[in-house]
């Protein structure tokens, strides 16, 4: 993101004197721009300006050359010797442009450098070194570290070097002591990753006023609209796009203006390399630096390369198969006919020789060196789409594309290479051309847009004036004609790309007004009638409530399942895959199909917790299955922009698959765990029923278990420990325990519980009736414990259904506690025990009354095989 500057921001707008980083932070979020970070210097003094009075070479036995120096760091600063008088600090430099004569940073003991490098004196090479003579890495301005930093070639005027003066605080001279500001931009505002942008921005926050410094530039650049075909120019320049991307050309304009007889050993002045610094830059060469300052300051990516190697015409085309390149950065690419290419003709031949990949880097041909004369200038502008797919193609973002791929401004070019001819002159006493070439295929102004001031009220809530709504559009540079009735034409500026419909004027209206100003209102729900929770909404959260007080943990898992799925929980994959939604283009290759369980998903998660240490797992989910239907009809491909008819909607509803909620839950592990002295119990099939029978109670649902033959279980469910779960007639789940092989092929411990209900096929069986209370009766309970022997083919439910039907109104609860089989039962019985409580709603009951309950409840057992035990 970008850093901002207020001693390069304030060439551009009126600032107030004093201010502050963290005031300019709350200036620029008021329009937008999101301060990001503060960042104050790393770097602490004391840091000085010293002079070299001596400096002696000491060869080391390891080869190496160290110089014993002495510098004179001012009276301040100085050493004492032992006369008590000021003497130059020894310092140990083993750097090799060292030189007695020469102005240097010291960094003096006290100081604290990037990387908490604290400065103390310290012996080395055989003498006490007080202190350290800097290079550019270790100060954090650069990324050079052959030599120290030596003050005469830093970009110093001569009046301003010989001003300098041993003890100068050097952390001031080079802004070491200084914070800066980095702001964060949103992709749509490309023209803020500049400082001409930055500068129109704080105007905007603040009414300070603003130099758009543009305007001055492109008058003093060469007029080329009188100039008559034929004319020579710098280099003839031929746009040649066979393969736009949508129908839009890779560059529509192309500046080229050429500087004559650059010094080349000209040094960056000092000024400009601290800006680029600041700005996250390093310095490279004046040329280089240039064209990365104007970058910089205009927002207009530039390229300059050396005029006497290269050979018209320029050619901008687009990459041919096979093609490669080798960029600056050294390494190989393999270009695509996407790329768009800058290239020249050596020998005549036509565009054959790549410079480099427009808009995002340059190849090693053509760069200028500490040998180029003769530079010349690109300023062109391109494709967003075109810059954006080659930089992340080739993985090299540079700050050109950055800026191409959120657009730039088609009308700066010119201004541009004025700006850099200007600088290149007075630094590097070059001669610019003023015979440029300019391709320019750009419109000549904007498409207007029609703009209702209205549409601010009623999509932004602003009650804003018509005057003051032409003041903003006319503010941000856009060209407003009419206005009367409220409507205007609305032509944006060049700089604002992103500016193209209605909705993007309301939006800089609101922007600009102030977001703080948008009226907080809540929306009145568009419903008559009934509201709130539908009844199965309501139930979806019993079902979810009374899992979480059961002790369970929601989660939520991808629906998506594979071939390791179906292999896991033993599905017939042949016989599922043309019954499920395939996924045209999965987020996983190897889960392209849509569930038709939730199991297979739920399980996933159940995994990754075991995984990585927690044993104990019992964890549901609520969601939705896609059942695909073969026959469905095909689903239509409705137009775009309009509303489906009612036809239209029914027809894609009958191509959809049918979509069902369920809820599944897994357990694992231990069901309880209370301590050393505590009970210690697996978890097993009884867990998951318990968990359906509290569904079903609480949905008062009545849900039934019904266990079929074991060649009937399906296959992913342990055959002689699982059920399926009833509605009455209708089948709407399975509980249990997993089948071992489950287990063991999903690393699941033995015996894991499961269960999963189709609730949408729950839900329609509920009635949904309010539920009549019973009168409490304020007469006493009778307890018996009865205990009966039956056929291991009965069941504990049919035997109680026996037993409430037989006591009629007088039961008022029934409980199983007890299961029991045994040699001395005989083969084939088991024993069901159940605690009853009887109690009358109109009298106490009596002896008589609890035999008469008792022997029409044993009558009834006896029906199914079932005799009372002793």
Not at 470 to 485: E, P, W
Not at 490 to 514: F, H, K, Y
Not at 672 to 698: C, M
């Amino acid at each position: 993101m970008p850093m901002v500057d207020i001693d390069w921001l304030k060439e551009h707008v009126e600032v107030p004197k004093g201010l502050t980083y963290e005031q300019l932070a709350k200036d620029l979020v008021k329009v937008g721009l999101e301060e990001e970070q503060i960042h104050a210097s790393q770097v602490t003094g004391p840091i000085v300006v010293g002079y070299v009075v001596d400096a002696t070479p000491e060869p080391q036995k390891n080869g190496k050359t160290i110089n014993w120096c002495h510098v004179d760091v001012g009276d301040k600063y100085n050493a004492v010797d032992e006369n008590g008088n000021k003497a130059p600090r020894g310092i140990i430099c083993g750097a090799p442009n060292m030189a007695a004569g020469e102005k240097v940073v010291v960094t003096l003991p006290g100081a604290v450098l990037p990387g908490d490098f604290r400065i103390e004196p310290r012996k080395t090479y055989g003498h006490m070194s007080d202190g350290m003579c800097a290079s550019e890495r270790e100060l954090g301005l650069g990324d050079d570290h052959d030599g120290i930093i030596l003050l005469r070639n830093y970009g110093f005027t001569p009046d301003e070097y010989e001003a300098l003066k041993p003890g100068d605080d050097a952390m001031h001279l080079l802004h070491l002591d200084q914070p800066i500001l980095e702001i964060n931009i949103t992709p749509d505002r490309g023209y803020t990753l500049s400082y001409r942008g930055v500068a129109r921005e704080y105007h905007h926050s603040t009414g300070a006023k603003f130099t758009d410094p543009v305007v001055e530039l492109n008058r003093k650049a060469p007029d080329l609209t009188g100039v008559a075909a034929g004319t020579p120019s710098d280099i003839e320049v031929s746009i040649e796009d066979d393969n736009p991307i949508h129908g839009v050309p890779g560059c529509d304009r192309y500046y080229a203006r050429a500087v004559h007889n650059f010094d080349p050993s000209s040094h960056t002045p000092n000024w400009m390399r601290r800006r680029l610094i600041r700005a996250g830059m390093r310095s490279i060469s004046l040329a280089v630096d240039v064209t990365n300052y104007v970058m910089l300051d205009l927002g207009q990516p530039m390229h300059a390369y050396d005029l006497d190697k290269i050979e018209g015409p320029i050619v901008v085309r687009r990459a041919k198969v096979g093609e490669k390149l080798t960029t600056l950065d050294g390494k190989d690419h393999d270009l695509s006919p996407e790329d768009l290419l800058i290239t020249d003709s050596p020998n005549g031949q036509h565009g054959s020789r790549i410079l480099g990949i427009a808009g995002v880097m340059g190849g090693l041909y053509g760069e200028v060196t500490a040998e180029t004369k003769n530079v010349l200038l690109e300023s062109a502008h391109f494709d967003q789409v075109t810059i954006a797919r080659s930089a992340r193609r080739h993985k090299i973002p540079s700050e050109a594309s950055k800026r191409f791929e959120r657009g730039v401004d088609f009308a700066l070019q010119p201004a541009a290479a004025q700006m850099a001819a200007e600088l290149m002159t007075k630094y590097g006493n070059g001669e610019p051309s003023e015979h440029p070439t300019d391709v320019n295929n750009t419109p000549a102004r904007r498409r207007p847009i029609h703009f209702k001031a209205d549409e601010v009220r009623r999509v932004a809530g602003l009650d804003t004036p018509v005057n003051k709504i032409s003041d903003i559009l006319t503010d941000i540079g856009c060209m407003v004609a009419g206005g009367g009735n409220g409507e205007f034409s609305v032509t944006p500026p060049t700089w604002r790309p992103d500016l193209n419909e209605p909705c993007d004027l309301v939006e800089e209206v609101a922007r600009l007004v102030g977001y703080d100003q948008i009226p907080t209102t809540v929306p009145p729900a568009p419903v008559s009638g009934a509201v709130g929770l539908t009844p199965d909404q309501r139930h979806r959260r019993e079902v979810a409530n009374e899992l979480a007080e059961y002790g369970m943990v929601e989660t939520l898992s991808y629906p998506f399942v594979g071939d390791a799925d179906y292999k896991a929980f033993s599905y017939d994959a042949d016989a599922i895959k043309p019954v499920s939604v395939e996924i045209a283009n999965p987020l996983a290759g190897d889960r392209p199909f849509l569930r038709r369980e939730v199991l297979p998903t739920l399980a996933h998660t159940v995994q990754r917790n075991l995984r990585r240490g927690i044993e104990n797992v019992s964890l549901y989910e609520i969601g939705h299955v896609y059942l695909w239907d073969p026959n469905a009809p095909a689903i239509p491909a409705l137009p775009g922009g309009v509303k489906p008819t009612e036809a239209q909607l029914k027809a894609l509803d009958a191509g959809l698959p049918d979509q069902p909620l369920h809820v599944a839950g897994i357990l694992a592990g231990k069901a309880e765990e209370s301590g050393w002295l505590g009970v210690h119990r697996d978890v097993d099939w009884s867990d998951a029923v318990e968990a359906v029978q509290r569904i079903s109670d609480r949905l008062g649902a009545h849900l039934t278990l019904s266990q079929p033959a074991a060649a009937d279980v399906p296959a992913q469910w342990h055959p002689g420990r699982a059920a399926k779960v009833m509605a009455g007639d209708t089948e709407v789940g399975m509980v249990g325990e997993l089948h071992p092989h489950v287990n063991e092929a999903l690393e699941f411990p033995a015996h894991t519980a499961a269960f999963e209900l189709n609730l949408t096929a729950l839900f329609a069986t509920l009635d949904g009736k309010p539920v009549q209370a019973k009168p409490i009766s304020t007469f006493p309970p009778v307890k018996q414990d009865l205990a009966f022997t039956v056929p291991d083919t009965v069941s504990a439910a049919q035997l109680e259904a026996a037993i409430r039907k037989a006591a009629g109104d007088q039961l008022e609860s029934i409980q199983l506690f007890d299961v029991f089989t045994g040699d001395q039962l005989g083969e084939g019985k088991k024993s069901l025990a159940f605690s009853v409580v009887f109690r009358s709603a109109d009298k106490t009951f009596d002896s008589q009354d609890s035999v008469t309950v008792r022997k029409a409840i044993t009558d009834a057992a006896a029906e199914l095989g079932a005799q009372l035990r002793a």
